[in-house]
């Protein structure tokens, strides 16, 4: 499995919310190195909870921004952050209980899941925070 390199299609032209996204891709990129290295469960575990936990934090922070937004579909993107959350959540307590054989599917998934999102959900909340945080800068 190759890793994610940053393009254009993942920018969204919000600087705050685009260093975030690159830090996340930096964080799947480096459970991809440690499962090419064949790092052990314990690594592995603890390369998926500090994942985990940024994605929380980013989750948080991206979803209050879109609050002060004033974005329509808020609910829906919420809820679509809550299930990657469970899904990583449930991946996690897999590799803590010690079953290893489902990391490159883990990858796959935080891969797949994380560019299509960015590219689709969040870059269509773009334009109303942009004009949000324009109408800030008028103020
Ligand atoms: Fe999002
Ligand atoms: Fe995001």
């Known amino acids: 499995m190759s890793a ?3 393009n254009e299609t993942l920018s969204l032209g919000i600087p705050t919310i685009d260093r975030q996204h ?20 314990a690594t592995l575990a603890q390369v998926l ?11 948080i922070f991206e979803e209050s921004l879109l ?7 808020l609910n829906d993107h919420h809820d679509e952050h809550e299930h990657f959350r469970r899904t990583l959540d449930n991946f996690g307590q897999r590799f803590a209980r010690g079953d290893t054989s489902v990391a490159s599917d883990v990858h ?7 560019t299509t999102h ?5 870059r269509a909340y773009a334009p109303c925070v942009q004009a949000h945080q324009r109408s800030q800068q008028r103020a």
Do not use: C
């Open 4 to 6: 994610i390199e940053w």
């Open 22 to 41: 690159r830090m996340l891709i930096d964080s799947i990129n480096t459970l991809d190195a440690a499962i090419q290295r064949g790092a052990g469960q």
């Open 49 to 59: 909870k500090s994942l985990g936990t940024y994605v929380a934090v980013h989750f």
């Open 67 to 73: 609050r002060v937004s004033r974005y329509p579909q």
């Open 108 to 114: 796959t998934f935080l891969k797949n899941w994380l």
């Open 118 to 122: 960015i590219q689709v959900e969040d």
